[in-house]
């Protein structure tokens, strides 16, 4: 299309999930899976929050990239949600638009890849934080064994039967819903050629566990408001492609994030930043020895190396945060039966966060360092979350760290990087 013309503007995403397959409790409702086939004649209304807006056009990646066969999309559509809500079925109906992938109503999307829909245009400029529904219609389903999802989306979805994607709401059908998503995996908005893209690597402290469900209350949903209340940012995308319980060096829930940094990050259009925030699974998984431990630390730091290259050589500058803390105090260990909660908690684990944390403070090969160990740890012990900012698990940070790790990131770094 001539008016996609670079010289008027460019692509950048402005929201998206990371793939991961779906294991057994992340499934749909067992109504939606027959003879092990799932969603057959079933209509998914899902909401995602877009971080900038765009004057003109949008379009939308389906991804099948854990698919062992191809999945058949027999129509989208998307519209705005009533009143700019997350997690809801009620959509603006004049607002509905046909989604076409290279002028067809349906797409197949083969096995371990993604489409991307053709240009679609609102007739109206959409606003940053805007609310999309997004709804499609499987008519034969797909492969209950093979589904690509995004468990942590902290955000409502809803399955019912038939073909329902033009409905203005789901309020007189049979309706079943799960906080996951499925299939979705990007937006992009064209823009101008100064918009940019800012994307997040993590686990689920980034994916938003201890957010508010439907709230859209992740610690990068509140700096992404932070960056526009700035007035002096308002053109850059906050892209998280984060996922609970990843890892840096190995696969766990979702590919680790050397073998999907090409697919969730570099094949982003116009990601111009990165911040990588993990590698607290990868030491909370290894073994509380000594040995294993100075083994994945090394290990650890090769890995934090091999980004920043891979990176770099597509001019992408890189932040790095410092691993939170994960530790428990001795009297609620020695008061906890379950210790499972937080098996991470150990003093030989603690000190190859403490060596991460330092190695990543020094090392002076990362474009920004933001520290989020220090605002979120208890002065008097390292090891230890601030007794406000602990979600109980000694792990997780709260909402009221959330809004903390927002407010302290270094927001005016972005203005030396992106000088043109």
Not at 101 to 108: D, E, H, K, L, R
Not at 218 to 240: C, E, G, M, Y
Not at 272 to 284: K, P, Q, R, Y
Not at 377 to 387: G, I, N
Request: charged share 20%.
């Amino acid at each position: 299309m001539g008016s996609n013309s670079t010289s008027q503007g460019h692509w950048v995403h402005t929201w998206a999930s990371m793939p991961i397959i779906a294991e057994n409790d992340n499934l749909p409702p067992d109504d939606f899976i027959q003879e092990n086939v799932v969603f057959r004649n079933t209509t998914i209304r899902q909401t995602v929050r877009l971080s900038i807006g765009t004057e003109k056009l949008l379009r939308i990646r389906l991804s099948n990239a854990f698919g062992s066969e191809p999945l058949t999309i027999a129509e989208t559509t998307l519209a705005l949600t009533t009143k700019n809500k997350s997690g809801t079925t009620d959509i603006q109906s004049q607002t509905i638009q046909n989604v076409t992938f290279g002028g067809s109503g349906s797409t197949t999307i083969p096995a371990r890849t993604l489409m991307v829909s053709d240009s679609i245009s609102f007739g109206f400029p959409l606003e940053p934080n805007t609310v999309l529904s997004i709804s499609i219609f499987l008519e034969a389903g797909h492969n209950a064994e093979c589904i690509t999802t995004h468990p942590g989306s902290r955000t409502t979805s809803y399955f019912t039967k038939g073909n329902r994607v033009s409905e203005e709401d789901f309020n007189h059908l049979i309706v079943r819903q799960t906080d996951h998503w499925y299939y979705i995996s990007g937006l992009e908005v064209f823009a101008s050629q100064c918009t940019r893209a800012f994307a997040l690597i993590g686990d689920s402290i980034t994916d938003g566990r201890c957010s508010l469900t439907n709230g859209d209350t992740r610690w990068p949903d509140i700096l992404f408001r932070r960056l526009q209340a700035s007035k002096s940012h308002t053109s850059l995308a906050v892209v998280n492609q984060a996922a609970g319980g990843n890892r840096v060096l190995d696969d766990g829930l979702g590919p680790s994030v050397l073998s999907r940094l090409d697919r969730d990050i570099i094949s982003l259009s116009g990601a111009s930043a990165v911040l990588i925030f993990e590698g607290v699974n990868d030491i909370g998984m290894a073994p509380a020895d000594c040995w294993s431990q100075e083994i994945l630390s090394n290990r650890l730091i090769a890995a934090y190396k091999q980004v920043v290259i891979r990176l770099r050589a597509h001019g992408i500058a890189i932040f790095a945060a410092t691993l939170t803390p994960f530790g428990l105090p001795q009297t609620d260990l020695r008061g906890r039966e379950d210790t499972s909660v937080t098996s991470y908690s150990d003093p030989v684990r603690e000190s190859t966060r403490q060596s991460i944390n330092n190695w990543i403070r020094t090392s002076g090969i990362f474009d920004v360092v933001v520290d989020f160990d220090e605002i979120l740890r208890d002065p008097e012990d390292h090891s230890l979350l601030k007794r406000e900012y602990d979600s109980g698990d000694g792990l997780h940070p709260n909402q009221n760290a959330f809004y903390a790790m927002a407010d302290y990131f270094p927001i005016h770094v972005f203005e030396n990087l992106f000088q043109t």
